[in-house]
């Protein structure tokens, strides 16, 4: 019976030697004649591979538990646009209105003190207040009224210190308007109004709104989704 060889690698010079089996655990000397040092024969020690080990009873419930549904796209409820009205756009000659008023005001209030007419004085800071108070209103309503159009419905949220909001489903909505003027053209804002399904046919209108055409296309793409 032909004797089992292995090949070891001298460690010193890196020559391969055939070795017979038996010989194992045995120190030689290189057959090398530039080397002819001696090195030990290390048998090679195989490792085992660890094995995962499941319980029986995890394994068993793993089977009976039915698989959790995934939710479809279409059921989850995204964004798609959302806005604040510029009411200074939709009306851009009263704004500049109330702040040359606030202007006239504040030239008067400072003639009536510097000339002594007190009248004068009392008017200019009327035309002041009553000008920064309606800058000041359309500012706040500008902050507290947004428009969010999602993929299933329309929201209106109003009131800066104490907020309502208004619902209208896509699937509900009859009738899309878009008002836009000249000026509205050019100032980029426009109304949009929603008619709601049913007999009394009620609605909201959406004031101010930028790019309004947009904003109705998104509204109007979900209405058959």
Same mark, same amino acid.
């Given at each position: 019976?032909?004797?089992?060889? +292995?090949?070891?690698?001298?460690?010193?010079?890196?020559?391969?030697?055939?070795?017979?089996?038996?010989?194992?655990? @045995?120190? *030689?000397?290189?057959?090398? %004649?530039?080397?002819?040092? %001696?090195?030990?024969?290390?048998?090679?020690?195989?490792?085992?591979?660890?094995? /995962?080990?499941?319980?029986?009873?995890?394994?068993?419930?793993?089977?009976?538990?039915?698989?959790?549904? #995934?939710?479809?796209?279409?059921?989850?409820?995204?964004? !798609?646009?959302?806005?604040?009205? +510029?009411?200074?756009?939709?009306? %851009?000659?009263?704004?500049? $209105?109330?702040?040359?008023?606030?202007? +006239?005001?504040?030239?008067? +209030?400072? $003639?009536?003190? =510097?000339?002594?007419?007190?009248?004068?004085?009392? !008017?200019?800071?009327?035309? =002041?207040?009553?000008?920064?108070?309606?800058? &000041?209103?359309?500012? /706040?309503?500008?902050?507290?009224?947004?428009?969010?159009? #999602? #993929?299933?419905?329309?929201?209106?949220?109003?009131?800066?210190?104490?907020? @309502? &909001?208004?619902? *209208?489903?896509?699937? @509900?909505?009859?009738?899309?308007? =878009?008002?836009?003027?000249?000026?509205?053209?050019?100032?980029?804002?426009?109304? *949009?109004? /929603?008619?709601?399904?049913?007999?009394?046919?009620?609605? &909201?209108?959406?004031?101010?709104?930028?790019?309004?055409?947009? =904003?109705?296309?998104? &509204?109007?793409?979900?209405?058959?989704?």
């Amino acid at each position: 019976m032909q004797a089992q060889l +292995l090949t070891y690698t001298c460690p010193h010079c890196g020559r391969p030697t055939d070795v017979d089996a038996a010989m194992a655990d @045995q120190t *030689i000397t290189c057959p090398n %004649p530039l080397c002819h040092k %001696p090195f030990k024969l290390e048998v090679p020690a195989a490792q085992p591979m660890p094995s /995962l080990v499941i319980s029986t009873g995890l394994a068993e419930a793993a089977k009976q538990e039915p698989a959790q549904p #995934t939710k479809e796209p279409s059921d989850v409820e995204a964004d !798609l646009v959302d806005v604040h009205p +510029l009411l200074f756009r939709r009306y %851009p000659f009263r704004g500049v $209105a109330y702040a040359l008023l606030s202007v +006239l005001g504040l030239g008067l +209030l400072c $003639a009536g003190v =510097v000339n002594g007419t007190w009248w004068v004085g009392v !008017l200019g800071a009327g035309m =002041v207040g009553y000008g920064l108070y309606r800058l &000041i209103v359309w500012w /706040l309503r500008m902050l507290g009224t947004s428009v969010t159009v #999602t #993929t299933k419905r329309t929201l209106l949220r109003t009131g800066f210190f104490q907020g @309502q &909001i208004t619902e *209208i489903p896509h699937g @509900q909505v009859a009738e899309i308007e =878009v008002h836009q003027n000249l000026l509205g053209r050019l100032m980029g804002v426009g109304d *949009i109004a /929603l008619v709601h399904q049913g007999k009394d046919r009620r609605g &909201i209108m959406l004031l101010g709104i930028p790019n309004p055409e947009d =904003v109705a296309h998104q &509204i109007r793409s979900r209405r058959a989704v």
